[in-house]
């Protein structure tokens, strides 16, 4: 399973967007392996141009199993965020979210150097494009 961040469903969206971006979502997606979390919905659907494309995205965005963002969630994203501030290293509450909700569930499919960051302090599965 993927849990496929904003960061990459903004560039495969995009008419011009990366063209290994656009062939791994691809991939991910033809598979069925592909997952999603709340904060990503909303991360995407926020920068949809019309209410046409904000309900086509809704409905597909949706139709994938959703990562929950329940308490076990919230509590290991703050201890993360706190380990690694105490660290001099800052990751933003939704990225520590999203990760902490892809943690051993799915791998992070991601454009995002904030997750390569958390994933080196506490092994978070995750790959670049």
Request: with cysteine.
């Amino acid at each position: 399973m993927f849990l496929i961040d904003s960061s990459a469903w903004i560039e495969y969206l995009r008419p011009n967007g990366s063209k290994k971006v656009k062939e791994r979502v691809r991939e991910v997606l033809q598979r069925e392996e592909a997952c999603t979390c709340g904060i990503v919905v909303v991360e995407v659907l926020r920068g949809t141009k019309t209410e046409k494309d904000w309900n086509t995205l809704w409905g597909s965005l949706t139709a994938l199993p959703q990562m929950p963002l329940d308490d076990t969630v919230i509590e290991r994203a703050s201890k993360w965020g706190f380990l690694l501030d105490r660290k001099g290293k800052t990751a933003s509450t939704t990225d520590l979210l999203i990760a902490s909700a892809a943690h051993k569930k799915a791998k992070l499919l991601h454009l995002d150097h904030d997750f390569k960051m958390i994933a080196a302090a506490v092994g978070l599965d995750e790959e670049q494009l």
